[in-house]
Structure formats: C-alpha cells, structure tokens
C-alpha cells in the first residue's frame, strides 16, 4: 500500500476526552474515530488490525473443530423471557421496539439465541457435541463508556457456545478451548495469562478468564510466584487461605467500651484504639434476597460481595440502606458490632482468629476493645468471604501471593444446565429419556483485543505493535522523494516486499523526513526501511526496528534478505 | 471437513412458510434456520458460503482501491436530522433510544455516517478523492418480510461511499466500480446484467442496478436486443420512446356519449365500445406535494409514479382518495375524463397520438368516443409519464425491447452533493473557497446474493452451485463405510484432494448410500466422487457433475487429477 493513496488521518494532538494511552493513540494514529459516546468508527489502519486479529482467532477457532454461524443482532424478547435475562440484564440490554411493537433486543450476547438454534435441530446424543462460534458486533449500553474502545457500547466479539451429553465431554471441549485460547493470544504476539474468575451474570459453575498484561490494566489478578503452583485468579475468585493461629497467641482479655466520638472509620478506630487494622472487625451490612446479613471481615480486608452471595445461595444481593442498619444494629451508622443484631451474621476464619480485637459497642461514639470471636458472638457461619490481599498466602501452595494487573480479554465457562434447563434444549439419551445439553461458552473481545495490545506495547513515541498483528509489518521511507534514486530504490525494495507477500506500506509522500519517521512510529510498524540520499550513495540502507533506538546499515542488494530474517526474528 | 463432525441438519420436508424456491431450498439444507419474521441464523453450511461471496466482493475492492473501514450499526439521530433523513426516512428506519433517552437508529445505510467522518477528517483536494467500504449489519424494518433471506430486515451489505472534487474524479471512479462490479458477479459465476435503475430514496443522480438473472426475481427489466445497442432499464427507470404518427391516420370524428352503466375498468369499456385497450385515455389522480395532479396514459399502460414525480419535481407524491377524485372531477370514481377537471393534467406522449380514442364523460355511467387530444383537451404538459411494455422500441436504437426478470443484488449510484452540502461535507479548493464533495456510494447485497444464487441455480433436487461459491466444491462418498476398501479408498481422495487445497466434504456417515446422495444433490456439492463396492473392486471411482445426470468413471489412482481437471473446467 502507498501512504499516498492510503487514508491514515493523524493528529497531532491528544484528543481532550481521551482517557487511557490506548484510546489516545489510536485517536492520533487514525486508527479510530469517536462518533458518539461508545460509539467509533473504524478507519482503514485500525480495521486492518482488528481483520488481522479476528482472522487468528477464526483460524484457530476452526482448528479446534468450532463451526462459523452468524445470528441476528437483534434478538426477540421471548427467548429472553425464558432464560429469565429479560428481567434481570438491567439497562445494559438495550431494548428495541420494532414497527409492529414487538420488543427485542440488541445482542450483548448470544446465548438464548444458540440454545433456541440447538434445541430446535439437535435431538440425539449421537449429534452431540458441537461446539458453534460466531463474530458478531454486540452493544451493551454501559452507563459510563470509557477507554476508548475498550469499553465501547458497540464492539466486535468472537462467541462461542457448545453442548454436550455428559460432563466428560464438556471437560474435553473446556480444555481444547484453553489450550486453543493459549494458542491464539500466543500467535498475538502478546505475553498474558489464563486466570480463574468468577462467573459473574452469565452464570455457570467454573470459567478461566485471559488476561492481557499491562499495568494500565483494569482487572487486578492474585498470582502464585511459585512457578510448580502457578496459581492465578481475579481477586474477585481468588480463594483465601486461612492463616493458621498463631503458637503463643495472647491471653483474651476482658472487653472494655471505649469513647470513639464521631469515628466510625477503620483508619480512625485503629489510632484511636492503638491498634493495627487488621485488630479491628469490620461490620458490612447487606440486604441478600430480602433478609438482612451482616459480613464480618478484618479491617485491612475488603468484603468480597460475590463470595457472600455465593455462600449464601442468594440470587441477589445489594447493601443495606442506613434506615435498614439502624433498624438491625440499634445504634447509628459506624458503630456497629457483630453482638445483639437483628441479622443474620456470617465471618470470615481470618475474623474467628483476632484475639482481643475492636468493634463497634452497639451505641452511637463508643467501641469495644478486646472483644474475641466465640466468646463474646458467635457467627451463623463461618466462609471465606474476603478478597485476598498481596502477601496472603497462595490457597493451593502457601507461598505468598503477588498482584498484578491485566486487561479481560477471552473468557471460558462451564455453563452447567442454567440454559437448557430453562429453555428445554434437550437431547435422548440411550435409554430413550430426555436429559438437559450440558453447555460451555468461550468469548474473546476481538476490538478489545486491539486497545489491549496498545496498552501492553506503546512508549512516548506512540504504539510498538506485535508484527503478528500490525497493520504492516514493513514500512519503506524514501527521505526524499523528489531525489529520483532514493525513489526508485524505494520503490524497488516495496515491490520485491509485496512480491515476498509481506505486508509493506510505501511512504511515498513529498514531506520532511522527520515528518514520515514520527508517523511510522506512531502507527508502530515493526520495521522501518530508509532510504536515505547520503547512505544511497554508499550502496547502503537502513533497517530499523520499532524497539530499537539504532538503526542498522544494510547493503542495498541485501535489504530484502535482511529484512526477511529481523520478520522472521520478530515472529 | 468430515460430514458426522459438521452441522448440517437438513430437513425432509419444504417448510410450510418458505414462499420461494431459494427460502426452501436454504432452510431444507441446514444453510439458515427462521428465528423472527425477517430474522435467521446462520448456520455452518449457509455462513461458509456468505463468507466465500464476501471474500470475493472484499478482494475486488481492494483491487479498485478502496478502503475498509468499519462503522457502527447504532447511528445518533442528529446526523440522520442533519441530512434530513430522520423525518423522510419512515417506519423502515428502526429508532432507538438508549439509557440516557438518547435517539439513535439502526443502521440501514450509512451515508451519514462516512460523510461525518470525511468532513471531520479531510480538508484539502489533494487527499481525494477517497473510496471507503465496510461490511456491515443493515436492519430494515420491513413491513412485510418476505421470501426468506431475500427480503430479511437484518442482512449482510458491502456499502461504499466515494468522496470527489470534481466531476470528472466521481466518473472515474463510478466506471472503475462498474467494472469492479462486473468482474465481482463474473467471479461469483453468475448470470447477471447492469442496468440503468432509478435513484429511489438514496437520492441522486444517476445509478445503474445490477441483477442476477432469474425467472423468479422481483425486478423487471426493459433489454435491448440489438447487442451494438444493449440498452437495459429497470422498467421503473426505462425511458420510453413516442411511437411516430401513423402516415394515414384516420380523420378525427365528432365525440359522442355513451352510457356505460357501472363500467370503469378498462377492459370492460373497451368491451363495451369495441376498441382496443390502447385507445382509451386513462385517467389517474394523483396528490403530489398537496397538489392535484392528474396523469393520463392510454389504457394498456401503467403510470410510473417516479418519472410522473420527477417531471413535476414534487418531494412526496401518493395516490388520491375517493373524495379527492370526486371534487376534482365533479362525478364519480371511474368516469372522469380529461375535461373539465380541478387539477393540473400530464399527458404522456403516447396519449397525444390518440385519434378517436374513449375517456370518462365526466359524468357518472357515461363514457365519450371519439376524443381527440389537442381538440378536445389540452394538457398542461406532455411528458414521459409510463411504463415502457414489452416491444415498445428501444429508446437508444427503436429495436423492440424484450422483458427479463431479475434480482438485483448490487447498485451504484451518482450521489451529487446531496449529503455533502446538506452535512457541509467540504474541502478547500485551490483558491482557498470551500465546495462541497460530490459522492458516489456502492452497494453490494452480500447475503441476498446468496438466495440470488440459488434461485438462479436449483432443480428438483436442491441446489446447484456454482463451483465458485459452493460451500465445499467436492463430496467424497464412500457408498459403504462399513467395507474397509472402500472407506479407506474415500479417506485417501479426501486426503490428497485436502493437500490440493480443494474445499472438500467427506461423507462418512454410516446411512445408505441414496440417502447420502440426495442430501449431497440438495445442498448443491458441484462434483461427487463415488467409492462404491463393485467399481472399486475394478480399480474404478465414478465422479459426477450436480449439473450432469450421468456419471463418469475413473481409475482410482487417476481420480485426483480427473478431479481437478473438472473444477477447472467449471470455474
């Protein structure tokens, strides 16, 4: 391709509403342009990625045996009615009436829709299983869009669904997609890591999400250092493991009422009393199915709310007003303990191991020292209902955990039955009866993937792509243009490219030479071919990769080889 | 790819609501299944075929220069505003409102979307003209969805937008995309002819249609036979041409009234008063921008709204209502005449060469002969205002035209500045003034071509496809899985045909052998290689064309490169 005849519309600013390095770049790259909010349009240089990456993530999806299908964006609300989402999805799902004032909706995903498609064309276990995919755009009309399009409300997404007679073959088909998932982020060129991750509204018992590395990333990640263990879990998952008490814990004391006017937070309660915040427990009042639960955690925890939801069975869960808590606790908001409530209480082990810890008295401005669990309350129960914390040791193998961050962007799931209970997508079994299909689903954010990689490669110069993914993977620069052999060298070494099926732009254009490099490295290709006048007329070129602050010499006759091996070496 | 690992669930039976033979033919094969009125799935079969159009449709327009972007399906309501289409655009246009009351529509073309890009991101003559393409997701909200895929609200379209500083730049480029248009449907192996088109609703000035020829297709076309000529219309657009005054026309004769009680078809008053349908003057009453208008064109003759709306340059135009004629015409529907009327009159050119002919007397239950235009009435304009009819001479060369039907599949139209000014589209011209962009745009129906294809390609069979677009171009199948020969001898074909880079199915179901036949003639497969018992055990395979009622033998060891010989001489 010729720069000339290209359409790459650059800026030379940061766009003002940009809010994260990938959204500023590919605004300024010409990649993408805002059209509303969550709304972009795609520009030939950024489509060529994304193309680049939907089309390994279609390759490997085909080598594992999944089969292309395209469904209809808009989905009727009846098949959303009988999964039970039409009530519960919120306002993400954006609703549609059509002429006749028949409702659906516009997919965020397609669940409803693949288990209406099986069940109407699968019957017998001997059709069983297939595993379906398709990339479709889905909206999801998030109320604050943001990054760019990371979290855009219209995006492109690679779904996958498949369905099987009995557990041993979705285990299979689970651990084909990891493995296929592995490959796929791998051929990427991009360093990430499977982790394991709550299930979240999709629902199901057991899912894996990929995580693409990046310390911008928004998603926080507990990972075991231990590399025999390789433990690794969103925060929001990570299990806890309790620390076992210690040896020569102290004598537990009597408990005292403490004056702690106006403190109701940890940081304060901690000076106040003159102990550390992990003495202190944490009263966390929530509504869960319409009953009143208190969650009990150490204050330098935070109380994982899933967890809690999990452990309690409940279908929902959401935090207690403070007419709710004042009614429950007898006191006001803040002071709070876990003795005479109104509630049901449950704790976390870390709690039922404080000795002489502080917690709230029950009446407005005091707290009570050396309270201890089991002694002073006893909880309903007792459940790991915290988020881990960095040094908490790993729950498989002890070794202290460390965080770090990364961007979602592949998701595999265990579905159970949830939808083909609910929709009878049923098959015979040998014995003639009719069993639920057991269903998996495995997604990957195609146009997330782009903003992922950006935020994983960039430096102050603009994007550093993967080759395996950038929009060219070669860019030849002709200094000067007007200079007819700079020219012609050019266009020798481009041509003898293309012929070579390397993917080469051409920067043809009559601009300063400074003027083309900026821009290269901007949109980050790879390599970087210049043909300069002074080094022409010693028979030589340069060669530069995209990472390097120095560029190499090359003998003219010997570009094209040189250029062949740094691909080869970048691949 | 191996049949029993595929998803194609064919049924035996033609569903009871596909109401034509590619809607049939497309649900019985397992390619779609029925999800809403107007919406379907995809399934494998169906989406590897799309697939391989779009391919070819991608690959030419790269080839012409032509860039992809991708542009999101929901569109603010503002631009739509900005254009003036919002309010025009109808109950076709399905609107949106988003959380935020936010109005947006579904797309259904995108002109106003890549004008907002282009006028946010070009501003000089020297970066046209451009030409940008996407394939996108287009939903109209029909009010009757018809003929399965064909006539689907949600669809699959290539759309392309050009952007031009002059007019010379936007002929250029409307004749490259004609002819990448012609090489798109050659590719495709389809009949199909360009024609000239009306510029419907888009807007415009000029636009040719292309059709897939079929028996079955919606569209009429007016086509010269004279190959120098090769004159071909939509009749919508076909100009017709004034047949000259017969040299010995007969004198005009004194009018005369007679009663007609109950008669106002044409075929009835021509009964009645012994003439030819061609003599009588159709009345039809017309509202055009709230005007009365009638039109009159002779009785074997159908008005063409468009060229009526055209010639009086009216935005809207319908028909009028029962009260309207009455007042206008001062007697009943059906007996209007020329005459005396409350409306501005248009004649067709062909009326004016009416001597002696039959109109309403203006009265009920009588009618006049003997009505002389130009004697007795005077029009307030004459223009062409019909429908061209089969053997009406060609209006390039007068040879009598011929009537196909087709579908059309593709269009490309001269846009003018109609979007550019409305939107302010503009760029800077040497001397520093701002013009509008002249645009052209470019439509491709990626998924009706799919049912276009086989409307034009099916037996009583099933399908018939062109080798070109043919979801697998081979089946291999072995008659008997059960005899090891000849399963291994099929699994050797399948192999060496896959290493040939051939799309090829096996057919390794264990089900009789005329089974496997008919699904493999109903979803079209162009060549068949058979492994059968007793032509195996004398070292022969039999390989047959969908389109050939015989078959063919070949040694087994000569099968791949019979094989390949045949795709060859289909493509």
Known sequence: MRFSR???????????????????????????????????????LGHKVLKKVENIVRDEMNRAGALEVWLPVIQPKELWEESGRWQFYGRELLRIKDRKNNEFCFA???EEMITDLVRKTI???????????????????????RFGIMRAREFLMKDAYSFHADDKSMDETYKVMVETYTRIFTRLGLKFRPVEADTGSIGGSF??????????????????????????????????RPVEPAANAPAALATEEVETPGKSKVVDIAAAMGVSANKIIKTVFMIADAQMVVALVPGDSDLNVHKLQRHLGAKQIWPAKDAEYIAAAGCDVGFAGPMNLKARVVADPLVMSIVNGVTGAGKKDFHLKNVNPGRDFTPESVADIRNIRPSDP?????????????????????????YSKAMKAEFLDEAGNAQPMIMGCYGIGVSRIVAAAIEQNNDEWGIKWPVQIAPFQV?????????????????????????????????????????????????????????????LARGMVEVKRRYEAQATEAPLDAAIEKVMETLQALA
């Not at 479709?136 to 998030?142: I, P, S, Y």
């Open 6 to 44: 290209y359409f790459i519309p650059t800026l030379k600013e940061n766009p003002a509403d940009a809010d994260t390095m990938s959204a500023k770049l590919m605004l300024r790259s010409g990649m993408i342009r805002k059209v509303a909010a969550g709304l972009y349009d795609w520009l030939p």
């Open 207 to 240: 899912s894996h999400e990929f995580m693409v590395l990046a310390d911008t990333g928004e998603e926080q990640i507990a990972s075991c250092p231990n590399v025999t263990c390789g433990y690794a879990a969103n925060i929001e998952r990570a299990e806890t």
């Open 123 to 145: 019957k017998s276990s001997r059709e069983l299983p297939v595993n379906l995919y398709q990339f479709g755009t889905k909206f999801r009309d998030e109320i604050r869009p």
């Open 475 to 535: 860019i030849v620069t002709p200094a000067n243009v007007t200079h007819d052999e700079s020219r012609l060298a050019a266009e020798k070494i481009y041509n003898a490219l293309l012929e070579k099926g390397v993917d080469v732009l051409l920067d043809d254009r009559d601009v300063r030479a400074g003027f083309k490099f900026k821009d290269a490295d901007l949109i980050g290709i790879p390599l970087r071919v210049t043909i300069g006048e002074k080094s």
């Open 394 to 418: 790993c729950p498989r193998c002890s070794t202290p955990v460390a965080f770090f961050r990364g961007i979602e962007v592949g998701h595999v799931f265990k579905l159970g039955t949830k």
């Open 108 to 110: 965020p995903t397609a």
